[in-house]
């Protein structure tokens, strides 16, 4: 019997690397919905060649032109937020990969849990904006959250089935494409400069969050979601290269690591296919003449991971209206209206306004979350007047 899944973001960089590993194991997975924002010819031509019975795009505009493209394919065409959550929650789908980008991945995977199905989860910003509540349903529902972020799924790998004699969850970051630079040079890096990640091809918004860093700092709550660790046990180390993915350090000092070529589709497969690990024709590393290099990350210069810690630590509502406010902002640069240190100041002024909601429900972290968008796109605009 195939594994059958659902992608939600199908369409994007993870989406397409999900694809590109069932294609590689076209006997152990079926897919069996498909869900994107608005690009309808690339979901076309996913639903023709995957037969889901299920694709749903979140832009309404666009459902009827999907609907025309798949006319007599048996495929059900469903659009908006609710139809993201069809496709989340369908009855066939056994594990639901989140690769959509953003917040917008929260309810629909909420409803994927409380229907029993086990997550692969990229969506990050789920986990930032709605720990408690996301982990406390997946309990209570038996499911499983099985991550395709690279560095999770190496702490992952590297956690030993007893893990409390864990000291440290050392999470790697290649530093992005601004390590090294000074804070009056970051004031003048273009939209273009900040899209060009040294190790690898991700979407804008992560690409960005990776210049920042303050992608390391969504994946320091993420690991503390993910893995139960206390914030004093979770440290983030620059590596250039990428490939130490993540590392375990126990009580006894030794310190596992995981290492691998900087390609997404290895995390993927590992948690569409957990406990197994099957071989694929995907190029293996070859550490031969490399070196591996290792430094503190600079948090003057990049006090994004700081404002992480400072919110996972907080809690409540915090690290939800800091994951609005960046995305936000990242919005902002990539439209040009503010300058590349200017997202990482809005957020922390964002973060400075909040009236924190402890113990939120997911009504309180939604509307942290609207009210952090809207104060972002008030004082951002404001800058620029
Ligand atoms: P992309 O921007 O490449 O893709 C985003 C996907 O989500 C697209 O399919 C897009 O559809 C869809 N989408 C966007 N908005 C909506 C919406 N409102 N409703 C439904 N679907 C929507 O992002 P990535 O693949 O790079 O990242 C996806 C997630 O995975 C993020 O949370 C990121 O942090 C995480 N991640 C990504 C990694 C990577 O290597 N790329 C590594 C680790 C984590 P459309 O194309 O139609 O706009
Ligand atoms: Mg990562």
Redesign the pocket.
């Known amino acids: 019997m195939r594994k059958k899944i659902a992608i939600?973001?199908?369409?994007?960089?993870?989406?397409r690397q999900t694809l590109e590993v069932v294609d590689e194991f076209p006997e152990q997975f079926q897919v069996v919905a498909l869900?994107?924002?608005?690009?309808v010819d690339?979901?076309t031509e996913q639903a023709r060649r995957y037969s889901p019975v299920l694709v749903a795009i979140?832009d309404e505009s666009k459902a009827s032109e999907l609907a025309r493209n798949l006319a007599g394919l048996n495929i059900d065409v469903v659009t908006g937020l609710n139809g993201?959550s069809a496709a989340a929650t369908n009855r066939q789908a056994e594990t639901v990969v989140t690769?959509?980008?953003?917040c917008?991945?929260l309810v629909p995977t909420l409803n994927a849990i409380r229907a029993g199905k086990n997550i692969a989860l990229?969506?990050?910003?789920t986990l930032v904006s709605a720990g408690a509540l996301v982990t406390a349903e997946a309990k209570k529902h038996g499911v499983s959250i099985l991550p395709?972020?690279?560095e999770h799924s190496a702490i992952f790998q590297c956690l030993e089935r007893e893990n409390r004699a864990v000291s440290r969850l050392i999470i790697t970051a290649s530093g992005g494409p601004f390590r090294g630079r000074s804070n009056n040079e970051l004031q003048k890096v273009t939209k273009t400069e900040a899209l060009q990640h040294p190790n690898?091809a991700?979407?804008?918004?992560?690409t960005i969050?990776s210049a920042t860093m303050m992608?390391k700092g969504?994946e320091v709550i993420e690991a503390h979601w993910l893995f139960g660790v206390d914030w004093e046990q979770i440290s983030v180390l620059v590596h250039p290269q990428s490939i130490i993915h993540s590392m375990v350090e126990y009580k006894d000092g030794s310190v596992l690591a995981h290492l691998g070529r900087p390609d997404?589709r290895i995390p993927i497969q590992y948690a569409l296919s957990y406990p197994d690990r099957a071989g694929n024709t995907f190029p293996k590393l070859d550490l031969a003449g490399k070196t591996l290099s290792f430094e503190e990350p600079d948090l003057e210069t990049f006090p994004a991971l700081a404002l992480a810690f400072a919110a996972g630590r907080r809690g409540g509502t915090l690290p939800a209206v800091m994951n609005a406010a960046n995305e936000a902002a990242v919005n902002l640069f990539l439209q040009e209206k503010v300058s590349f240190p200017e997202i990482t100041r809005l957020v922390d002024q964002v973060m400075s306004r909040h009236t924190v909601v402890d113990a939120p429900n997911l009504e309180q972290i939604l509307a942290a979350d609207v009210w952090a968008r809207e104060e972002t796109l008030r004082l951002g605009h404001a800058r620029k007047a």
């Open positions: 939600l973001g199908s369409t994007g960089s993870i989406g869900a994107a924002g608005s690009n690339l979901l979140m993201i690769a959509v980008s953003g917008t991945g990229a969506n990050k910003e395709v972020d690279s690898w991700m979407g804008d918004k992560i969050d992608n969504l997404m």
